[in-house]
Nanobody, 126 residues
Framework: QLQLVEYGGGLVHPGGRLRLSCEVSGFSLDYYDIGWFHQAPGKEREGVICVSSGGASINYPDSVKGRFTISRDAKNTVFLHMSRLKPEDTGVYYC????????????????????WGRGTQVIVSS
């Protein structure tokens, strides 16, 4: 059974940094793209960043360029590194998995991902 569990949310001041973890089980990161998604209060879920299966490539929108990065360990955890946080980064952060056995670049569209964690809350406030 595929499972994803997010950790690391909390309260952080504007300009601060936070690292979220996505621990996966039941599948190998070598065959699944992993994406991070943000849902602000009252808004739709949107893609933040993704890493392709095997870690070959990363994709992200301009809104997080220079602020957010993604990494993975050798086993089963993918990390979202967030810095220079803004109040508009507040919301629930989800990680999700998409089966991708090819070296194709990952996409950060929520509808492409079939397996989701329950999310972790991030609040950016002074």
């Amino acid at each position: 059974q595929l499972q994803l569990v997010e950790y690391g949310g909390g309260l952080v001041h504007p300009g601060g940094r936070l690292r979220l973890s996505c621990e996966v089980s039941g599948f190998s990161l070598d065959y699944y793209d992993i994406g991070w998604f943000h849902q602000a209060p009252g808004k739709e879920r949107e893609g933040v960043i993704c890493v392709s299966s095997g870690g070959a490539s990363i994709n992200y929108p301009d809104s997080v360029k220079g602020r957010f990065t993604i990494s993975r360990d050798a086993k089963n955890t993918v990390f979202l590194h967030m810095s220079r946080l803004k109040p508009e980064d507040t919301g629930v952060y989800y990680c999700a998995a998409k089966y991708n056995p090819s070296p194709d670049r990952c996409a950060i569209l929520p509808e492409n991902y079939a397996h989701w964690g329950r999310g972790t809350q991030v609040i950016v406030s002074s």
